[in-house]
């Protein structure tokens, strides 16, 4: 994995909000017909796709932290019913947690390479089963 995006999760304050969220796009994906993917628009379309379908997930900053990534499925651009580009990232539904990582406020996504991500949760003893705010305070303290 070499590649990957990293964005904003915009009205989402902890993981768990994130996972309703995805369950209730899928379910409602499912009762209109269509496939149960989660997927995500937006206006930019990544240049470099293949790379990041090589593996690339996509890296969601939670109240001022990377916590969590999907695996990216797909990346499909389209044109919008005003004729307006924009790309659909297909993601994984399966929610990955990652060590917490502080980041400031952007716009967009972001290009992320492997060496700048977080590694995902479970690499020390018990850091999974801690609650998500304590994992946030250890990573803002310097001890995650």
């Avoid at 989402?12 to 379910?27: G, H, K, M, N, P």
């Avoid at 990377?66 to 919008?80: G, Y």
């Amino acid at each position: 994995m070499g590649l990957n995006l990293i964005k904003l999760c915009v009205g989402v304050d902890t993981v768990d909000e994130l996972r309703a969220w995805v369950d209730f796009r899928i379910s409602e994906a499912i009762e209109a017909g269509r496939a149960p993917v989660h997927q995500h628009i937006t206006r930019m379309i990544p240049r470099r796709r293949d790379e990041l379908l090589d593996g690339g997930s996509l890296y969601w900053v939670i109240k001022g932290f990377v916590q969590v990534r999907q695996r990216l499925a797909d990346i499909q651009p389209f044109e919008d019913a005003e004729g307006v580009g924009r790309c659909r990232l297909v993601l994984e539904p399966k929610l990955i947690a990652t060590r917490p990582q502080p980041r400031r406020p952007f716009q967009g996504w972001r290009y992320l390479e492997a060496k700048d991500a977080p590694a995902d949760l479970g690499t020390v003893e018990g850091e999974a089963e801690m609650p998500e705010g304590m994992r946030r305070d250890l990573a803002e303290l310097g001890l995650l």
